[in-house]
């Protein structure tokens, strides 16, 4: 746990601050979600283009391991969490809440995946895309996240949780 604290902490204080300057751009209006977006990401691409070999690892083990080690980080880092709910509910009002949750989790998930699987992408590219291109990562990451978070609401009929 303390490793993932210390590795985990400088990325959200970052992300603060970033997210404190778009707020303060912002003044009293709609956030810009390109700029809550790039708050949440670009921390975290640039220190795993720093220390990828150490980052990666800890982040698979967050999702590989029990859930009660992710439950003590979410703890420890829930004050981050509410702030960028917050951050997105205020760029994005006509989202519902838990439809707004769930496109915040794949967009983890997007995260997640481009930076633990970067070699992954250089075999299915045939070596043309670079993840080691931290801008042009961003760049596509927020893209794609822009999209899936701005994507319409449809109804979605629940068949039960996923265990």
Same mark, same amino acid.
């Given at each position: 746990?303390?490793?993932?604290?210390?590795?985990? !902490?400088? /990325?959200?204080?970052?992300?603060?601050?970033?997210?404190?300057?778009? +707020?303060?751009? #912002?003044?009293? !209006?709609?956030?810009?979600?390109?700029?809550?977006?790039?708050?949440?990401?670009?921390? /975290? /691409? =640039?220190?795993?283009?720093?220390?990828?070999?150490?980052?990666?690892?800890?982040?698979?083990?967050?999702?590989?391991?029990? *859930?009660?080690?992710? =439950?003590?980080?979410?703890?420890?880092? =829930?004050?981050?969490?509410?702030?960028?709910?917050?951050?997105?509910?205020?760029?994005?009002?006509?989202?519902?809440?838990?439809?707004?949750?769930?496109?915040? @989790?794949?967009?983890?998930?997007?995260?997640? @995946?481009?930076?633990?699987?970067?070699? %992954?992408?250089?075999? %299915?590219?045939?070596?043309?895309?670079?993840? *080691?291109?931290? +801008? !042009?990562?961003?760049?596509?990451? =927020?893209?794609?996240?822009?999209? !899936?978070?701005?994507?319409?609401?449809?109804?979605?009929? @629940?068949?039960? #949780?996923?265990?």
């Amino acid at each position: 746990m303390s490793v993932i604290t210390r590795r985990v !902490g400088p /990325v959200n204080d970052r992300r603060l601050a970033l997210l404190d300057q778009c +707020e303060r751009e #912002a003044g009293d !209006g709609p956030l810009p979600l390109e700029g809550v977006l790039d708050a949440f990401v670009r921390p /975290v /691409v =640039e220190i795993y283009a720093s220390h990828g070999r150490e980052f990666a690892p800890m982040m698979g083990r967050l999702y590989t391991e029990p *859930s009660e080690l992710l =439950e003590n980080v979410y703890k420890k880092f =829930e004050p981050v969490v509410t702030r960028f709910i917050h951050a997105y509910q205020r760029a994005l009002p006509g989202l519902p809440r838990n439809e707004l949750i769930w496109r915040m @989790h794949f967009a983890i998930g997007a995260i997640g @995946h481009t930076l633990a699987a970067s070699h %992954l992408l250089r075999i %299915l590219s045939d070596g043309q895309c670079d993840p *080691s291109d931290v +801008e !042009g990562t961003i760049k596509r990451l =927020e893209a794609f996240m822009i999209a !899936g978070l701005k994507a319409p609401v449809t109804e979605v009929e @629940h068949a039960g #949780a996923i265990h």
